[in-house]
């Protein structure tokens, strides 16, 4: 984590003084805030290398930050974990399903946060790499001969933009349903389990509840419109992209 920008947004003066020492400690560029405002303000114009933000907070809440990074092109790919005192499944779907890459309920345990980041950051820092900068050069083991794009009936997954199209209209899709939608079209017909996907998309050591792959399939379908059925669950087991 040499050298890294972190951004940290958090109301709790202990928290922020107690996180900041710790990254500093793994020789991170630490920035932290106690205003949500401020942080975002931070993230536009620095672009760190990852951000770790509270939920709760006085001026903007954690949720909407995430929302307004992952509709941003320029900062999108950011990692985002999300920090809260509230500790229900229905939140942690939620922070998912809105695009944060991560998840973890207070007290924080620090040790658990950096690994977490470092995960995460190496996995992105790994699509990003030049030889191997889309998410269809990593499935290249399991099908060497597949082109810059997918196609399949009326849907088109651009592999080098990162975009993914429905008779020609671009969808609206974070980037967490975009590697889903494309693992799916890369082998359509193929059922992935839950456990699958997760591993797949985040790898083996990633932590986030199989429920989340459920949220992500809703949003997706809803994206899909009329043709949501594209996506086909298959009881007691998993999902495909129908053939």
């Not at 809440?61 to 920090?83: Q, S």
């Not at 040790?111 to 995960?119: A, D, P, T, Y």
């Not at 191997?132 to 009326?154: G, M, R, Y």
């Not at 193929?190 to 996907?197: D, L, M």
Request: hydrophobic letters at 35%; proline letters at 2%; one cysteine or more.
């Amino acid at each position: 984590m040499k050298d890294a920008t972190i951004t940290i947004i958090d109301d709790e003066k202990d928290i922020l003084e107690l996180l900041k020492y710790n990254f500093e400690k793994e020789r991170a560029n630490t920035h932290t805030f106690s205003s949500g405002y401020a942080g975002l303000e931070f993230i536009k114009k620095n672009k760190p290398d990852a951000v770790i933000c509270d939920w709760m907070l006085e001026d903007i809440d954690g949720i909407e930050i995430c929302k307004i990074v992952k509709k941003d092109r320029a900062l999108e790919n950011i990692p985002f974990i999300m920090l809260t005192a509230r500790s229900d499944e229905i939140d942690a779907v939620t922070a998912l399903e809105l695009g944060a890459d991560d998840f973890l309920s207070k007290p924080v345990r620090i040790k658990e946060l950096i690994s977490r980041v470092k995960k995460i950051m190496k996995h992105r820092s790994n699509v990003q790499k030049p030889k191997k900068n889309t998410i269809n050069d990593a499935l290249k083991e399991e099908d060497p001969k597949e082109e810059h794009s997918i196609n399949f009936k009326n849907l088109m997954v651009d592999t080098e933009k990162y975009k993914v199209y429905i008779d020609n209209h671009e969808l609206d899709l974070t980037y967490s349903e975009f590697k889903l939608i494309h693992l799916l079209a890369n082998k359509p017909g193929k059922v992935f389990t839950r456990n699958q996907i997760i591993e797949k998309l985040n790898g083996f050591d990633y932590i986030v509840t199989e429920r989340s792959i459920d949220v992500q399939i809703v949003g997706l379908r809803k994206k899909l419109g009329k043709y949501k059925d594209y996506l086909e669950t298959v009881r007691g087991v998993g999902y495909r992209l129908g053939d």
